[in-house]
């Protein structure tokens, strides 16, 4: 092998190397949507970029180390709408809106820990656990709302959404925070290590003496609290919650994970990789709507974009085998 190839080679194989194709596409992306339009490049463009992606990297956040671990959450979204509805309600009925959202994120624990419980304890199938959980926790948020928008205004709560720190939107600091935190945690510490161990070979780890069940447990809890967090998020940034909100967006939500280099089988991937991924579509999304491409085309090309991705992962992948 020549040295050329040698260290292209390594540069695609090597520990960091998803991650430094993503950047490396994030920023011909961002050079290309420069060029073509003039409102693209501008402080308001990217902050509104930010803004809208927050919501959602916050869920893509939070399931990456589920997915690594070997399992799934389609309900994330379900449970967003459902958040945003509870915080609403409760408001309307007099609670103290810290205290409605934070009945919000106890929902969310809920419907995690049953997520968890039925995909480890009663081994059913997470994917149809998820949808299960996702049909009832959306028919919920229809029930107790007739289908309607109800409305959410309150300075201190809709700051969340709406609030700049420096003129960097709020929405976007916490869900920086959140990708900090998550990255420290499945890197620096002992569970960190067995979320890969469990997702690689959980056999193995449950003959070597890991908790399996319980990490597992503890990642569809953190998901889908993420998914409250995320409505309640989207609630305050649109002043009002919908209960299906959330939904049109897991799709995309999935997308990240799968393009940030997670993969599906578990034991690898990157919270990192999902960020970028999540600014890719998001980024995508925006700048084919400033150059007018209609909404039919624009779900193409994340298709495209998506098939790309992944194929440059099997590529990685093969030459790691080699």
């Given at each position: 092998?020549?040295?050329?190839?040698r260290?292209?080679?390594?540069?695609?194989?090597?520990?960091?190397?998803?991650?430094l194709?993503?950047?490396?596409?994030?920023?011909?992306?961002?050079?290309?949507?420069?060029?073509?339009?003039?409102?693209?490049?501008?402080?308001?463009?990217?902050?509104?970029?930010?803004?809208?992606?927050?919501?959602?990297?916050?869920?893509?956040?939070?399931?990456?180390?589920?997915?690594?671990?070997?399992?799934?959450?389609?309900?994330?979204?379900?449970?967003?709408?459902?958040?945003?509805?509870?915080?609403?309600?409760?408001?309307?009925?007099?609670?103290?809106?810290?205290?409605?959202?934070?009945?919000?994120?106890?929902?969310?624990?809920c419907?995690?820990?049953?997520?968890?419980?039925l995909?480890?304890?009663?081994?059913?199938?997470?994917?149809?656990?998820?949808?299960?959980?996702?049909?009832?926790?959306?028919?919920?948020?229809?029930?107790?709302?007739?289908?309607?928008?109800?409305?959410?205004?309150?300075?201190?709560?809709?700051?969340?959404?709406?609030?700049?720190?420096?003129?960097?939107?709020?929405?976007?600091?916490?869900?920086?925070?959140?990708?900090?935190?998550?990255?420290?945690?499945?890197?620096?510490?002992h569970?960190?290590?067995?979320?890969?161990?469990?997702?690689?070979?959980?056999?193995?780890?449950?003959?070597?003496g890991?908790?399996?069940?319980?990490?597992?447990?503890?990642?569809?809890?953190?998901?889908?609290m993420?998914?409250?967090?995320?409505?309640?998020?989207?609630?305050?940034m649109?002043?009002?919650?919908?209960?299906?909100?959330?939904?049109?967006?897991?799709?995309?939500?999935?997308?990240?994970?799968?393009?940030?280099g997670?993969?599906?089988?578990?034991?690898?991937?990157?919270?990192?990789?999902?960020?970028?991924?999540?600014?890719?579509?998001?980024?995508?999304?925006n700048?084919?709507?400033?150059?007018?491409?209609?909404?039919?085309?624009?779900?193409?090309?994340?298709?495209?974009?998506?098939?790309?991705?992944?194929?440059v992962?099997?590529?990685?992948?093969?030459l790691?085998?080699?």
């Amino acid at each position: 092998m020549s040295t050329q190839r040698r260290k292209i080679t390594q540069l695609l194989t090597g520990p960091a190397s998803g991650v430094l194709i993503l950047l490396a596409f994030y920023i011909a992306l961002l050079v290309l949507f420069t060029f073509i339009s003039p409102f693209f490049m501008t402080t308001r463009n990217l902050t509104s970029i930010a803004s809208n992606v927050a919501f959602i990297g916050l869920m893509a956040a939070a399931g990456t180390p589920l997915i690594i671990a070997g399992g799934l959450d389609l309900s994330v979204a379900a449970v967003a709408g459902l958040s945003g509805v509870l915080i609403a309600l409760l408001n309307a009925a007099g609670w103290p809106i810290w205290f409605a959202v934070a009945a919000a994120i106890g929902m969310g624990a809920c419907v995690g820990l049953a997520n968890g419980f039925l995909a480890t304890r009663l081994k059913l199938n997470p994917l149809i656990v998820t949808l299960a959980t996702m049909s009832i926790v959306g028919g919920v948020a229809l029930i107790l709302t007739g289908g309607l928008t109800k409305p959410v205004m309150q300075p201190s709560f809709n700051w969340i959404g709406q609030g700049r720190v420096f003129g960097v939107p709020a929405p976007a600091l916490l869900m920086l925070s959140v990708y900090i935190g998550l990255a420290l945690l499945i890197r620096m510490t002992h569970f960190g290590r067995y979320v890969y161990a469990v997702g690689g070979n959980p056999e193995a780890s449950r003959l070597i003496g890991l908790p399996v069940n319980r990490v597992q447990v503890v990642l569809y809890v953190i998901s889908a609290m993420s998914g409250a967090v995320a409505g309640a998020m989207l609630a305050a940034m649109l002043g009002a919650a919908a209960p299906a909100a959330a939904s049109p967006h897991l799709l995309t939500v999935i997308a990240a994970i799968i393009l940030g280099g997670t993969s599906l089988a578990g034991g690898r991937g990157s919270v990192w990789g999902t960020l970028l991924a999540v600014l890719i579509l998001g980024t995508l999304n925006n700048g084919l709507t400033l150059n007018n491409v209609s909404s039919f085309w624009q779900d193409v090309t994340r298709g495209v974009v998506l098939i790309l991705a992944v194929g440059v992962d099997q590529l990685r992948i093969h030459l790691q085998a080699r």
